[in-house]
Structure formats: structure tokens, C-alpha cells
């Protein structure tokens, strides 16, 4: 897929410009995100936490595998000595764990359209970010999808009569996640690698308990469980490279209103095969979700020759 490519110009980059190859990135990462309650569904039996403990270990394992295939130990060694790189990213590591408990507790609970909810609005947050920390512009047709989304959502709080905490958990976790990933020097293979390395041992100690005390459904459950378990890691990090992809071609405020892919699948699937119900109001925030979504797309097509603005263009491993 291009995520281990060396400095030299990839197939991709030759056929595509840098932004063009961002939104590629971006789409490939929101499609499998929003696709995530399908997969989290089948381990809705489990404690949310002892799922996270075992994608993180997973993903640990998945990411060293793809490290050793790659060739690329070299640089994840360069990361690990960076102090400062290292701080950044055991704070993005919190966040995204956080992000992961929150979410699979959501799906465990029944409620998908929450964490739908969530994603919608983390583009909002991220947006805000970008402007405060960043200071991105953004051109009249971004403004006004802003200005709908930000309708949509403010309707739809208005409608329920309160702010779920589940959507203002993902909300803010992930958007302060990019934040951080925007900013961080490494590629996303070496900083997914860290990341999970970091919460490891925290995960590693908690599953130890669990079989201590014969909990651990890794080992107790059924045999699909297992694989599912081991197979979250690979789920996991092959989204998150994508999105450390896009993040780097691209400004944080586009790759944050690409997130609305995310929570529209999870709507979709919410309401067409998990059951949940869908009311008149949440409808209508969709449609102008979507619309805002379509309106920022236009005003954000890449120009031809828009690669001299971006540093870097070529993804570091």
C-alpha cells in the first residue's frame, strides 16, 4: 500500500500528487474505521477494557512483525532516543488507548449511533485545534461546511437534550490524537510501534492478572475469540497508518472533515444490520452532515502543483 516505501518516489507518487495520495490515504483509513462496529460486535460478550489490553498487545506484535519485514528497525531505534519525540508520543498513546476503551464500550453497550455522534463531531474539534495550535486557514466554502456541521450537530444535541458522554469522549480524545500525530517527526509504522510498546506493559500486567484469576478470555473462550483478539491488532494499526498518512500530505482541518466518513458508515451499519433505532431528528443532522461533508470536498480539491506547499511530501517509516 505505500505505508513502508522508502524516501525514493513510490508508484503512487508518480501518478498522484502529494494531496492526492493523502485523501487516498484518508479514505483507505475512515473506510476500515467505519467499519470497525461490525468487528467489535462479535466481541460485545467481553469486558471493553480486556479487549483494548489485547489490541494493544497485538498491535504491538503486528507492528515489530511489519518492522522486521520492512527493513525499518533502524528508524523506530531513532524514535525510541528522541526525548522529546518519545513524551509526544506516550501522550498520543494515552489518547488514542483512551479513544479504543471508549469506543468498544460503546459498541458492548448497544450504542454505535453515540459513537457515530462522537466522530461527527470530532472534525469540529479538530478544526478548533488547528486554528488555535496551528493557525490553518480555511476558505469560504470550508467556513460554510463548517457553519452546517456545526448546525447539524447543535440540532441534534438540541433534539436529545443533552451531550452524551461517549461522543464527547471519542470527540475530543481523537481530535487532540492527529493533533499530536500532525506534529510528531516519525512515520506512522515507527510511531504506531512506540505507541503500542508504551501501553504494553500496562496491558501485559493487566492480562497477567486476568490469568491469574482463570479471566482471561483469551485463553478460556472459544478459539474464534482468540483469533479475533489477535487479529484486532492488525484492525487496529493498518487504519491508524493510513490516517499517520493522510495526516502528514495533509492539513489537519481537511484530514479532520474526512472523519465524517468514519461515523456515516457507522450510522449506516448502526440502523441496517445492528438493530439500533433512528428518529426523524437524527436524520435530519445526518443530511446536513453529509452536505457539509460534500460542500468542504469541493472547496478542498487539490491543485496541480499544490505539492510545493507541503514539506516532506514522501512518507518516513
Not at 106 to 133: D, H, I, K
Not at 243 to 268: C, D, H, K
Not at 273 to 289: N, P
Amino acid at each position: 500500500m505505500g505505508l513502508g516505501c522508502d524516501r525514493s518516489p513510490s508508484f503512487w507518487s508518480r501518478v498522484m500528487n502529494s494531496q492526492q495520495v493523502g485523501f487516498a490515504y484518508g479514505l483507505i483509513a475512515y473506510a476500515m474505521w467505519g467499519s470497525f462496529p461490525l468487528y467489535f460486535h462479535l466481541l460485545a460478550d467481553l469486558p471493553a477494557i480486556q479487549v483494548i489490553a489485547q489490541r494493544v498487545f497485538w498491535s504491538a506484535v503486528f507492528c515489530a512483525l511489519l518492522l522486521t519485514v520492512l527493513g525499518r528497525w533502524p528508524r523506530a531505534v531513532t524514535a525510541l532516543r528522541d526525548k522529546r519525540l518519545m513524551v509526544m508520543l506516550f501522550c498520543s498513546a494515552l489518547l488514542v488507548g483512551f479513544n479504543w476503551w471508549v469506543f468498544v464500550f460503546a459498541v458492548g453497550r448497544g450504542e454505535v449511533l453515540a459513537s457515530s455522534l462522537g466522530y461527527f463531531m470530532t472534525p469540529l474539534c479538530s478544526v478548533l485545534l488547528a486554528r488555535v495550535f496551528l493557525n490553518e486557514r480555511m476558505n469560504n466554502y470550508q467556513w460554510f461546511a463548517v457553519a452546517l456541521a456545526v448546525v447539524a450537530v447543535v440540532y441534534l444535541l438540541y433534539r436529545i437534550g443533552s451531550l452524551p458522554l461517549v461522543s464527547l469522549a471519542l470527540a475530543v480524545s481523537f481530535a487532540f490524537y492527529g493533533l499530536i500525530r500532525k506534529q510528531a517527526k516519525v512515520g506512522p509504522l515507527s510511531g504506531l510501534f512506540v505507541e503500542a510498546m508504551l501501553l504494553t506493559p500496562m496491558a501485559l500486567i493487566y492480562l497477567g492478572w486476568l490469568s491469574h484469576n482463570s479471566q482471561n478470555m483469551f485463553f478460556s473462550g472459544e478459539w474464534s475469540v482468540s483469533l479475533l483478539l489477535i487479529f484486532s491488532g492488525v484492525v487496529t494499526a493498518l487504519p491508524l497508518l493510513a490516517f499517520a498518512a493522510a495526516a502528514e500530505r495533509l492539513s489537519l482541518t481537511i484530514v479532520g472533515f474526512m472523519m465524517y466518513i468514519n461515523p456515516s458508515l457507522q450510522f449506516i451499519i448502526a440502523i441496517t444490520l445492528l438493530g439500533e433505532s433512528v428518529s426523524r431528528d437524527q436524520l435530519v443532522s445526518f443530511a446536513l452532515i453529509w452536505l457539509a461533508l460534500i460542500v468542504f470536498s469541493v472547496g478542498s480539491v487539490p491543485k496541480r502543483g499544490a505539492d510545493k506547499k507541503i514539506s516532506k511530501e514522501v512518507l518516513r517509516v
